[in-house]
Nanobody
């Protein structure tokens, strides 16, 4: 499975941004998909995950209430709508596929395929 993340950019604090992850194969919609991020000098951090069905989602405490993960099976895509962005949200954002778990997980070691990342920069 190849994943293409896009939509990153430079925004100001308080702005919104939506990033996308497109899967190359038809069975992309059969997998849980997660978003992770890595800020400069920090370890990769879980952001959000959506289940195979799209009905179950989970978020890290740092983004809960501000970010929304969703998927569109007609477009083989998963989206991350990021609202009320803060400078501490600055990072490279990666999408990843978990082929095993029905609901997804926050553990990056459980993911099987990763996209190349898209940079999100939030200025104060």
């Amino acid at each position: 499975v190849q994943l293409q993340a896009s939509g990153g950019g430079w925004v100001q604090a308080g702005d919104s941004l939506r990033i996308s992850c497109v899967g190359s194969e038809w069975n992309f919609n059969h997998y849980s998909v997660g978003w992770f991020r890595r800020a400069p000098g920090k370890e990769r951090q879980f952001v959000a995950v959506i289940s195979r069905s799209g009905r179950v989602t989970n978020y890290s405490d740092s983004v809960k209430g501000r970010f929304i993960i969703s998927r569109d099976i007609t477009k083989n895509s998963v989206f991350l709508q990021m609202n009320s962005l803060k400078p501490e949200d600055t990072a490279v954002y990666y999408c990843a596929v978990d082929q095993k778990s029905m609901y997804g997980t926050s553990s990056d070691s459980e993911y099987d395929y990763w996209g190349q990342g898209t940079q999100v920069t939030v200025s104060s």
